[in-house]
């Protein structure tokens, strides 16, 4: 493989750190560039294996200005191709749902703003990772697919669809290497305790409440983060330039099977479950068909959810000190001690 420079935003999330470790342990001789702005949802901790190696540098920057994406990409000079991994986003549809422009500044703004910037400095391909909820909500039939049309139902969605559509424009327009990702929920280390399953196992870790939406019989397609980013990995090398590629576990449960699944496997009680208000809007189901990266890529999941989720469990109860800094907002202190101003 030739010399290459990844540019990932938004590395220090859920998914773009387990990226990160990843293409460190598979992909040594790449370079990393992490920019990120650091948001509540940022989390430096996650990286602490990779800091100090000479082939990582953390730029914290903001996507929507011009002249943090600018230092991100004079961090990558030297490094040959240069490859985006656009993973930065205001992420929670709950948060979306109190206030929706947070999710337009980054979500839509941001993402022009790199657009621009990749563009003008010839990046070699942009993979833009979206999610299935831009489709919109399921029946108790059917599968979204890549040609199923975009409805998206919360601020949060409807602004990763415009976020798709420029990545979409700049292909179509400027014949920009662009490539867009839609995958389903994920679950796996480093996931912000706010999202269904860190928040469950870190309530009932502490015999709280768990708070279930409604009637807690909306159904998603569960992914094991690891096989999400090796799908990405894959887009990133193998896909082609202004294609969309659907990313799912074939994994659907409603949300009360997977509370009971964890109560379970952590050994505490269903009392604990406490039905709350629905959130308004709720999507009721996601479903993906996955079947145009399998053929195309030969991508599949290698996780099963018999075996990821218990794994998953074991992590959050092994970390709990992660946990509980990131719990308490001590996380935050870490960029501070660690790179000063
Ligand atoms: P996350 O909320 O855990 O992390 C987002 C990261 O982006 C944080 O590190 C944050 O500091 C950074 N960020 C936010 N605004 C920024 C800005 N303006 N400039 C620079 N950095 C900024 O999100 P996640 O769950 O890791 O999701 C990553 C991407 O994957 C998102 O684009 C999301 O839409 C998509 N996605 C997520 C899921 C899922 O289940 N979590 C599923 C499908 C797709
Ligand atoms: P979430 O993890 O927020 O992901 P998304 O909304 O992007 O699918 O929520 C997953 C599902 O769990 C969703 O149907 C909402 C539901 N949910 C609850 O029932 N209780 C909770 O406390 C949370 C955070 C989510």
Redesign the pocket.
Known sequence: MSERTLLVTGGAGFIGSNFILQIAEQHPDWRIVNLDSLTYAGNLENLTQVEGSPNYTFVHGDICKEEDVERAFESCAGGGDVAVVHFAAES???RSILSGMPFVETNVKGTQVLLDSSRAKGVERFVHVSTD?VYGSLGATGLFHEGTPLAPNSPYSASKTASDLLVRAAHKTHGFPGLITRCS?NYGPYQFP????P?LIANASEDKAI???GD?M?V?DWLYVRDHCEAILRVLTDGKDGEVYNIGGNNEYP?IEIVKMVLSILGKPESLITYVKD?PG??RR?AIDASKIRDQLGWEPRHSFEQALPLTVRWYQSQDVWLQRVRSGEYRDYYQRQYGS
Do not use: A, C, F, T
């Not at 706010?194 to 399953?197: A, F, G, M, P, V």
């Open positions: 929670h549809v709950d909820e929920n706010e999202k269904l399953i928040l708070p279930v939406y807690g909306q998603r949300n959130r709720h999507d996601y």
